[in-house]
């Protein structure tokens, strides 16, 4: 089964403070994604990558960056943490499938972020 | 860009009932995944069930079905003989068939089965 590691499950945070959010894929997966889950917002994409040291944007990446040096592991950074970037955040990845043949996301537990 | 809506904030049923969940979408592709994830409290997500958007048959996996229907831009998600495990929130997904494998997601609905 493909496994996805976030570092942490709860992690307490004061604002302004620099925050690293960790996650590993043991299952040699191309795509890596990150998502922030707010109650009656579902999951929004703020970053993925489709490769090493390739990143996109999503559709909230404003305040966040992220880094991907090495394949099976994909960084969420909050480069000056705010209250408003207390969330759940979500780790995935999925394999690049043959061409025309995109293949589903496992997720990782999750990360329950407060910013103080 | 796409859009999915769940419209049912919250549902219950009862243990060994059946309950249908709706999920409507909209998107200009003509070729595309739609996905079922499930969130119990506190626990991973997980996928139940995956539809491929040129394939007319319904998917199914176990106490699981959907109904799709691609004209109408619905995928209704049908769980038979509830048990108290399928206490989750639920997410209706959309991916592109070609391209970035991102997913947009609608707003969950969060189904709670009591004894």
């Known amino acids: 089964d493909v496994k996805v590691t976030q570092s942490s499950r709860y992690l307490v945070k004061r604002t302004g403070e620099k925050v690293f959010l960790e996650c590993v894929q043991d299952?040699?997966?191309?795509?890596m994604f990150w998502y922030r889950q707010d109650p009656g917002l579902g999951l929004r994409l703020i970053y993925f990558?489709?490769?090493?040291?390739?990143?996109e944007k999503g559709d909230i990446p404003e305040g966040y960056s992220v880094s991907r040096e090495k394949k099976e592991r994909f960084s969420l950074i909050l480069e000056s943490a705010s209250t408003n970037q207390t969330s759940m955040y979500l780790c995935?990845?999925?394999?690049?499938?043959?061409?025309?043949?995109?293949?589903?996301?496992?997720f990782g537990d999750g990360t329950r972020l407060s910013i103080l | 860009a796409q859009t999915v809506t769940q419209s049912q904030p919250e549902m219950s049923v009862q243990e060994a009932e059946t309950v249908t969940l709706s999920c409507t979408y909209d998107t200009s592709e003509n070729n595309y995944y739609l996905f079922w994830y499930k969130q119990p409290p506190s626990r991973q997500m997980i996928l139940v069930i995956r539809q491929e958007a040129y394939k007319q048959q319904n998917a199914t996996e176990n106490r699981f079905s959907v109904n799709f229907q691609k004209a109408a831009k619905s995928f209704s998600l049908k769980i038979s003989d509830s048990q108290l495990g399928d206490t989750a929130m639920y997410f209706c997904?959309?991916?592109?068939?070609?391209?970035?494998?991102?997913?947009?997601f609608g707003k969950g609905t969060m189904l709670l089965v009591s004894p």
């Open positions: 995935a990845s999925s394999l690049s499938g043959p061409r025309g043949s995109n293949q589903p996301q496992h």
């Open positions: 990558s489709y490769d090493v040291k390739m990143k």
């Open positions: 299952m040699d997966h191309e795509n």
């Open positions: 997904a959309f991916m592109k068939h070609e391209g970035y494998s991102t997913l947009t």
